[in-house]
Structures are given as C-alpha cells and as structure tokens.
C-alpha cells in the first residue's frame, strides 16, 4: 500500500498518510470549494488501510481553518477511524487548537460527541511557537 | 464626477478592510482570504477574533459562490452573477461583515425557510442542530454542505442580521450582517 503525501496550498491542507508507522496527519487550512475532490482519495485510502491497519494507528489534525464541507469530510475521515478502533486495533485521534481558537475546540468537542474513537484534545499556544 | 475626498472620507470613517462587487470565482476568493489574512495578521487582532472573521469570510463567500455559479453560463441571469457583494470594516474591537448577493424567487422561499428553522435558535440548540445536521450518511459530492448559514450564526454568537429585500419581479437582495467581536 502506498502512502500520501499532498502539499498544502492556501486552500487544501498538508496530508501525510504512512501505512508503514500507521501515523497520519492532516494540517494547515482546508478551505476548498469543492472538498469532494480532495477527500475522495483520502477516504478511500483509509478504507484500504482499515482492512490491513498497523499495530497502532495515529491521526492527528493540526487545522488552522476548515469551511463546512470540509466538516463533513474530517468527520467521514474519524468514521473510517472509528471502524479501524472498533475492530478492536489500537488507534488514537489528536485534536490540536490553538489556545485562543474557541472554535476549533468547539469543533473538536463537537466530533468527539459523534465518534466513538478517543479523541485527544492538544492544546498549542502559537505565540510561544 | 467622482469626490475624491468624499470617497476617502467614507473609506476612512467606516474603517473599511475590504470592499468588493462582482461576480466570485475560486482564485478570487482565495485572493479575498489572503488579503485579510495578511491584513489582520499584521494587525494587533486576538487569534480567536482573527480566526472568526476568515472562517466566516470564507463561508460567506463560498455561499454566494455555489449559489450564483450555477448560472455563469446564462446571459440572462448575468445581472445575478455580478450581484456579490460584501465589505469589510472595524470598529475598535469588533469586526462588522456585511455582504450579499441577488436570488431568485425559489432561492428566496428556501433561504427564508432554512432561517425560519435556525435564526431563533438558543445557542445550545444551535449547537445540537449543527451537529446533527454534520452528522449525516452522505457527504456532498459537489459544493457546500448547506451548514454554512449554521456555522455563521455559531461562530458569530448569533450577531446576524439576515434580510431581504425585493429589487424587482425577477430578483431580492439578500443579505447578511455580521458582527464578530
């Protein structure tokens, strides 16, 4: 299985899926018109990666800004990830926010209501970055 | 014949960030976000303040965006296309988001329904609704997710003024003011 690797663009976000230490991480904005198109492929390689997925799988997501299509995209993403926890493999989500981003708090509390995987709420404060 | 001062004048007393009208496509919006970007980065705006006002921008955009793209290839919807608007401005520590774009009667009834559901909305019913309209089988294969109107009203405390207004048979105005603060 082949992992990704996307650059991000002032509209897409950085994608880095290694199948081989079962870290993935998506980060930066994700702002697309048409987030079909991006998260397509991303879905369906978890759905590969979930039928064969390593001892322990990380997903992390450090987003500084998400439209609402993207939304309904991470969370088809933390689907895919809840199917590969409930299988019974061991897997963890990580959720960073800025410390003064209210909302991205908001949204990760928000998922975390949704999906039954663990998710890990980071906390990172910028200014002293 | 065009007041030079006057213009100035209302540029400078409305704090105006940004003023634009026309018809959107997907670089000019990325060009919008960068601009304000950049500009409230250099700015002494609070992160979470910052990160308001682009989210909501973006959302506002990409709303007029899916909508009046539908008829970029119609001549007769032109006046439609062109109709976007949106400005910018600053008012000590709030930010006032005003924009907008011309509908079509059906829009209108529709627009006007999807309100009447989430305008009188407590903030935690809000809340509930969002994630439950996030929550669902299928993803959209093409454009917004329809949670835009949502995402504007929770992001923003619920300082929305949402309205319409009837410029002849064929169009109404709608248009959202937002405070972020």
Redesign the interface.
């Known amino acids: 299985m082949k992992n990704i690797e996307i650059s991000g663009t ?2 897409t976000p950085d994608v880095s899926f290694d199948p081989e230490s079962g870290l993935l991480e998506i980060s930066g904005r994700s ?1 697309p ?4 198109q991006f998260y397509e492929p991303l879905l369906s390689w978890l759905d590969k990666y979930a039928s064969e997925p390593k001892e322990f799988t990380l997903l992390s997501f450090k987003l ?6 993207s ?3 991470i ?2 993403i933390l689907k895919k990830m809840e199917k590969i926890f409930l299988a019974g493999h061991k897997s963890e989500v990580k959720w960073y926010y ?7 708090l ?1 949204t990760g509390e ?1 998922l975390k ?2 999906v039954k995987i663990p998710i890990e709420m980071v906390e990172i404060d ?1 200014e002293q970055v | 014949m065009l007041d030079v001062d006057e213009v100035y004048n209302i540029l400078n007393e409305q704090n105006i960030l940004l003023a634009h009208r026309g018809a959107l496509n ?1 670089d000019l ?2 060009v919008i ?2 601009l304000i970007d950049s500009k409230l980065a250099y700015s002494q705006v ?3 303040v910052k ?2 006002v ?2 909501i921008l ?2 506002c955009l ?1 709303n007029s ?2 909508y009046t793209s539908k008829f970029h290839e119609d001549e007769e919807m032109n006046r439609l296309v062109e109709s976007p608007f949106l400005i910018l401005s600053q008012h000590n520590d709030a930010f006032f988001l005003f924009t907008g774009n011309f509908v079509t009667p059906d829009r209108l009834n529709y627009l006007k329904e999807k309100l009447d559901k989430i305008t009188d909305l407590s903030e935690e019913e809000l ?1 509930a609704f ?2 439950q309209s ?3 089988d299928t ?7 329809g ?2 109107l ?2 504007i009203l ?2 923003s405390h619920r300082n929305v003024n949402f309205d319409f207004k009837q410029i002849d048979e064929h169009y109404s105005l709608f248009t959202i003011l937002i405070e972020i603060k």
């Open positions: 002032s509209k702002i018109e048409n987030s079909y500084d800004y998400f439209n609402t299509s939304s309904m995209y969370l088809g800025d410390i003064d981003d209210e909302d991205m908001q928000d209501q949704i910028q | 997907g919006i990325d976000v960068q609070r992160v979470r990160k308001k682009v989210n973006v959302e990409q965006y899916h809340q969002y994630i996030l929550n669902k993803l959209p294969t093409s454009g917004g997710a949670l835009g949502v995402d929770r992001r």
